[in-house]
């Protein structure tokens, strides 16, 4: 079974800092990765993927990928109290499949 | 906009009832599937299906059968319902692309409880 470990617990940042987000993976095979944000009582929805090493930038959200180090990361710059929410990682690999994290909460602190 | 939309937002049902969620995209997905998620164990896949009346065990299938008659829309159906299949229940769709870039757009999930 193909596994992804988000083992900080949860994170508190003061509104307007940097929130940063580490998630490593199982399968050297997967090949790309999905960053998800989950509203309490809310299904998840896509922030961004990432397939390429190094980094990605999307609005304030950066995504980090480490082939070499199997993990994936995220950041969350001038983070809002609306980016208040717990955050999935997932691994793409064959047949479709995503495998999922447990998941970290962020609570931003106004 | 990728729409997903799930039968039921909340449903109760008797153990030993049996339990249909149904799932309708409107994106002309190929690939459909049926999550659960329960705080501490994540998302869990039980089914998922990459065609009409094509479908593939996911990780906790125990339980529950699929069904897909139509490309837009995918059943899951808990035969005899029991307490431990008290969950929220999530389905997802994604296009079939080979690449693995695609994400999987997320309904707006069923919490189901099972009494």
């Known amino acids: 079974q193909k596994e992804v470990e988000q083992n900080s617990g949860p994170l508190s940042v003061p509104e307007g800092a940097i929130a940063s987000l580490n998630c490593t993976y199982s399968d050297r095979g997967s090949q790309s990765f999905f960053w998800y944000r989950q509203y309490s009582g809310k299904s998840p929805e896509l922030i961004m993927f990432i397939y390429s090493n190094g980094d990605k930038e999307d609005g304030r959200f950066t995504a980090q990928l480490n082939k070499a180090s199997q993990y994936v990361s995220l950041l969350i710059r001038d983070s809002q109290p609306s980016d208040s929410a717990t955050y999935l990682c997932a691994s793409h690999y064959g047949n479709n499949r995503l495998a999922f994290g447990k998941g970290n909460q962020v609570v931003v602190i106004p | 906009d990728v729409k997903v939309t799930q039968s039921s937002r909340y449903l109760v049902k008797r153990t030993g009832e049996k339990v249909f969620l149904e799932c309708v995209q409107d994106?002309?997905?190929?690939?459909m599937f049926w999550y659960r998620q329960d705080p501490g164990l994540g998302l869990r896949l039980i089914y998922f299906s990459y065609d009409v009346k094509m479908k593939e065990k996911g990780d906790i299938p125990e339980g529950y059968s699929v069904s897909r008659e139509k490309k837009e829309r995918f059943s899951l159906i808990l035969e005899s319902a029991s307490t431990n299949q008290t969950s929220m229940y999530l389905c997802a769709s994604r296009v079939g692309s080979a690449g693995g870039t695609d994400t999987q757009y997320f309904g707006p999930g069923t919490r189901l409880t099972v009494l």
């Open positions: 994106m002309d997905h190929e690939n």
